[in-house]
Nanobody, 123 residues
Framework: QVQLVESGGGSVQPGGSLRLSCAAS????????MGWYRQAPGKQRELVAG???????NYAGSVKGRFTISRDNAKNTVYLQMNSLKPEDTAVYYC?????????????????WGQGTQVTVSS
């Protein structure tokens, strides 16, 4: 009933920029917190950035000052602007959202993940 679809990954040289998007669709009542995670080969998935429904943000120390998370509530979309990319940013990036959705006449809360998008930073 709810789906997250990511776009915007790709390959870029060190110092370059990419912008990821993640759009939620389905029987959505409201979207609460949203975030971006990443997982590099052989490593655990880690939080990159998060944003609340009110717009408060938090970032991993390794990306602070380089990445910016934002959201468009009218479009049910979260973005991650990534600047000054480094090889160590190479990973599969996943969006995550805490969503209140309709099922019949009832509302439920679920935690949803996107399918992942590859970001490769290499010269």
């Amino acid at each position: 009933q709810v789906q997250l679809v990511e776009s915007g990954g790709g390959s870029v040289q060190p110092g370059g920029s990419l912008r990821l998007s993640c759009a939620a669709s389905g029987s959505i009542f409201s979207i609460n917190a949203m975030g971006w995670y990443r997982q590099a080969p052989g490593k655990q998935r880690e939080l990159v950035a998060g944003i609340t429904s009110g717009g408060s943000t938090n970032y991993a120390g390794s990306v602070k000052g380089r990445f910016t998370i934002s959201r468009d509530n009218a479009k049910n979309t979260v973005y991650l602007q990534m600047n000054s990319l480094k090889p160590e940013d190479t990973a599969v990036y996943y969006c995550n959202a805490d969503i209140t959705y309709w099922s019949g006449r009832s509302r439920y809360v679920g935690d949803y993940w996107g399918q992942g998008t590859q970001v490769t930073v290499s010269s």
